[in-house]
């Protein structure tokens, strides 16, 4: 907190940043998600678990993400998040 204060980083808050920092790892289109970046699957936000699969979507092929989609899938409450993982599903048969 003190080492942000004043900042814009501490302004937006810790799950717009986050959210922030997915949508730049997705468009980077790196190819290799870290353990880390994996856990945002079940972050307590859900803007974050959104931002998570979708950038997820644009970095691992769409046989990797059907299999790691299925435990998170039985236990995703928001319809936000289930539609992005819709989308990164769909997205992911067509390559």
């Known amino acids: 907190r003190e080492k942000f204060s004043g900042s814009p980083i501490k302004r937006i808050g810790r799950d717009r940043f986050i959210r922030n920092v997915l949508i730049a790892m997705g468009n980077s289109r790196a190819k290799t998600p870290t353990v880390d970046f994996l856990n945002l699957l079940g972050d307590p ?25 299925a435990p998170y899938l039985k236990v995703e409450p928001d319809a936000n998040v289930l539609e992005e993982w819709d989308r990164a599903l769909a997205a992911g048969s067509n390559v």
């Open 45 to 69: 936000s859900n803007i974050v678990r959104a931002m998570a699969v979708w950038a997820l979507g644009r970095m691992i092929s769409g046989k990797k993400l059907k299999t790691l989609s």
